[in-house]
């Protein structure tokens, strides 16, 4: 199948293990950031997301922190499995705009 | 399958000429996304719909691309006089009025211009 990303970085974790992947965001302005999931041959599928008035939100398996201060955020997967790997991208967006612009993603290598 | 979907799949076209990408939302949703996205980049916006309205277009779509939804449901991106630097992904996506903060994507049509 065709490749989401030739060039990314590339996150290699052990099937089990918890993985974490960072984004630095570019707009301190930005209301709204969301992590999205990207299989080869396949479009963004949404994991989670948080409002800029958090720092912290968990869902099944994923937690996302959010650091204004230093526009950092960042993905937790507890307990990799194979069926993780994939490209990640995270994204932010102002309230003013539905324009939810993507930073560079992240492969993720779940190995065996 | 109650997901956004997107046709054709795939595009394989000829330098110059013009083509049509389609995309239905899922059930109900009011807003409506165009993106582009080429190897290994994150998605880059073109356009957003409200209902029918076109509120809002990126500097990228040139006026070689128009898009619309013309009874607020479907959507329809044209490329006219293609050119290679076209060749990408175009991905749709799509929200509810319930909740305008998350954009649910479509599996994209990739474009291949010769």
């Known amino acids: 199948g065709e490749s989401v990303g030739l060039h990314l970085p590339t996150l290699s974790v052990q099937e089990g293990d918890n993985s974490i992947i960072n984004c630095a965001y570019s707009?301190?302005?930005?209301?709204?950031f969301i992590w999205y999931k990207q299989e080869s041959g396949k479009g963004p599928q949404f994991i989670i997301d948080?409002?800029?008035?958090?720092d912290k939100r968990q869902g099944q398996r994923v937690t996302v922190l959010l650091n204004k201060t230093v526009k950092h955020l960042s993905l937790q997967i507890a307990a990799t499995q194979p069926g993780d790997s994939a490209v990640y991208f995270c994204?932010?967006?102002?309230?003013?705009?539905?324009?939810?612009?993507f930073g560079s993603g992240t492969r993720l290598l779940v190995r065996p | 399958d109650t997901g956004v979907s997107q046709n054709p799949r795939h595009k394989i076209t000829k330098r110059g000429q013009n083509v049509t990408f389609r995309c239905d939302p899922i059930?109900?949703?009011?807003?409506l996304y165009w993106y582009r996205q080429t190897l290994g980049q994150g998605p880059e916006f073109l356009t957003y719909?409200?209902?029918?309205?076109?509120?809002?277009k990126s500097r990228l779509l040139s006026d070689r691309f128009s898009a619309e939804r013309p009874k607020g449901s479907f959507s329809t991106l044209e490329i006219q006089r293609t050119e290679q630097g076209d060749s990408a992904m175009y991905l749709c996506?799509?929200?509810?009025?319930?909740?305008?903060?998350?954009?649910?994507f479509g599996p994209g049509t990739r474009l291949t211009v010769l």
């Open positions: 948080i409002r800029s008035n958090m």
């Open positions: 996506a799509s929200s509810p009025p319930a909740n305008t903060d998350t954009q649910y």
């Open positions: 059930s109900e949703h009011n807003r």
């Open positions: 719909f409200q209902n029918e309205a076109q509120l809002e």
């Open positions: 994204a932010e967006r102002m309230d003013s705009s539905y324009k939810l612009i």
């Open positions: 707009n301190s302005a930005s209301d709204y």
